[in-house]
């Protein structure tokens, strides 16, 4: 049992007074605690914890045949390709890699707003112009390599989000031309 014990305020004053003895008051504040454990119980289990901040993506399901070697066509002038390699290092291009479009060749960016943002927005805009329908947007190709880190794929996957990209794509498959390019990337 928790109790508060209070004094009658000490010993003799001196003077030649015989006073009564008082009892000392007893406070019980076991119903206190167990109030104060009820209230902590109850803020705690009513208490919102914060969620964590998630991106939703898109997987492919799971196929028991996978197909190889099959190829999605693709207006070239839709795609952009995203390189991602060592050292917060992007590599970029517009269209094919062998026959880029104008203003598309390959490009070594940084990450950000006068990085490979401004290329996205740029793209973003110019594709619906190009193809002549404002339905096809543009499609983007991410391909990290084994040196990038994962907080580039999120960047750029924040980079996606913010710049209303409408298809993107991770892939981890490179061509040859790729490849060579990947491995400049990442020295």
């Given at each position: 049992?928790?109790?508060?014990?209070?004094n009658?305020?000490?010993g003799k004053k001196?003077?030649?007074?015989?006073?009564?003895?008082k009892q000392?008051?007893?406070?019980d504040l076991t119903a206190m605690?167990?109030l104060?454990?009820?209230?902590?119980t109850?803020?705690m289990?009513?208490?919102?914890?914060?969620?964590?901040?998630a991106?939703?993506l898109?997987?492919?399901?799971?196929?028991?045949?996978?197909?190889?070697?099959?190829?999605?066509?693709v207006?070239?002038?839709r795609?952009?390709?995203?390189i991602?390699g060592?050292?917060?290092?992007?590599?970029?291009?517009?269209?094919?890699?062998?026959t880029?479009?104008p203003?598309?060749?390959?490009?070594?960016t940084?990450h950000g707003?006068?990085?490979?943002r401004?290329e996205?927005l740029?793209?973003?805009?110019s594709v619906?112009?190009?193809?002549?329908?404002?339905?096809?947007?543009l499609?983007?190709?991410?391909?990290?390599?084994?040196?990038?880190?994962y907080?580039?794929?999120?960047?750029?996957?924040d980079?996606?989000a913010?710049?209303?990209v409408?298809?993107?794509?991770i892939v981890?498959?490179?061509?040859p031309?790729?490849?060579?390019?990947?491995?400049?990337?990442?020295?």
């Amino acid at each position: 049992m928790a109790e508060l014990n209070t004094n009658d305020g000490g010993g003799k004053k001196g003077g030649g007074k015989v006073r009564s003895k008082k009892q000392n008051s007893k406070v019980d504040l076991t119903a206190m605690v167990d109030l104060a454990f009820l209230l902590i119980t109850f803020f705690m289990l009513t208490t919102t914890l914060s969620k964590p901040q998630a991106m939703d993506l898109g997987l492919p399901d799971k196929e028991d045949n996978p197909r190889d070697n099959t190829e999605i066509k693709v207006d070239q002038r839709r795609t952009m390709t995203i390189i991602l390699g060592a050292n917060d290092k992007i590599e970029w291009f517009h269209g094919l890699l062998a026959t880029p479009e104008p203003g598309g060749k390959p490009t070594q960016t940084t990450h950000g707003r006068e990085g490979i943002r401004k290329e996205i927005l740029k793209r973003v805009a110019s594709v619906p112009q190009v193809t002549g329908n404002k339905d096809k947007g543009l499609i983007v190709i991410i391909k990290p390599t084994a040196k990038s880190s994962y907080k580039n794929l999120v960047d750029i996957l924040d980079e996606m989000a913010i710049c209303s990209v409408p298809t993107y794509a991770i892939v981890n498959d490179f061509s040859p031309e790729e490849k060579a390019l990947a491995e400049k990337l990442n020295k």
